[in-house]
């Protein structure tokens, strides 16, 4: 594609149900990031796929969250028991991070 | 422990030039200036980078000082769409993936 989508653009959801957000990354790009953008807040990196490689999940916040990249293409970004505290914009970039998509911005309730 | 500082916020008059100043004292050999911004609701967008010389390109240009403590992104003629948080970061190209923004400048193109 010509560029980096994310779906659901929204998602409301109350605590403790698990959300997955996925993230289409442009098409032969070989590195995919996943960030989270809280309200007024920066920017927090949270895992880093790069080709056939083990992820770099350093930026994980807990053991709810997990992801994983099916085919070096499509990512899948699960938040399991989500926290009233994982309310964010979820971000998802490729090609060593300067193109971004538009995000989804999750709410729970 | 920010690596940069930029001002909180700047108006800027629509078809004027802007500048954007960016501190970066601590910056090392090796690390890269880079600037982002987000448009309300939106990705970031990154814009332009560089290590030493002055860069140019579709978006704006870049003017790194010779001792790298500081730069300036300037957008040559700023449109009601430039209204946005601009971040400068400094990192590693490509090998320093764990992008993370502080609070940027936020900029206000007025008519």
């Known amino acids: 594609g010509a560029g980096v989508s994310q779906s659901p653009s929204n998602k409301v959801t109350e605590k403790g149900k698990d959300v997955e957000l996925r993230c289409d990354p442009i098409s032969g790009h070989t590195a995919l990031y996943w960030y989270r953008q809280s309200l007024g807040q920066g920017l927090e990196f949270l895992i880093y796929f790069q080709g056939n490689s083990a992820p770099d999940k350093s930026g994980l916040p807990s053991d709810r969250f997990s992801a994983e990249r099916t085919g070096g293409s499509v990512s899948t970004l699960t938040i399991q028991r989500t926290q009233q505290e994982d309310s964010a914009v979820y971000l998802c970039?490729?090609?060593?991070?300067?193109?971004f998509g538009p995000g989804t911005r999750l709410t729970v309730l | 422990d920010a690596k940069t500082t930029q001002p909180p916020s700047m108006d800027c008059a629509e078809g004027r030039a802007a500048n954007l100043p960016c501190n970066h004292s601590?910056?090392?050999?090796?690390?890269?200036v880079y600037w982002y911004r987000q448009i309300h609701s939106q990705g970031p967008q990154y814009i332009i980078h560089g290590l030493k010389n002055n860069e140019t390109n579709e978006m704006a240009s870049l003017i790194i000082t010779e001792d790298r403590k500081s730069s300036t992104l300037i957008l040559p003629h700023a449109t009601l769409r430039d209204t946005a948080v601009y971040y400068c970061i400094v990192r590693e190209n490509q090998g320093d993936y764990k992008l993370s923004f502080g609070a940027g400048t936020t900029v206000t193109v007025r008519a």
């Open positions: 970039a490729s090609s060593w991070d300067r193109v």
């Open positions: 601590t910056i090392s050999g090796n690390e890269y």
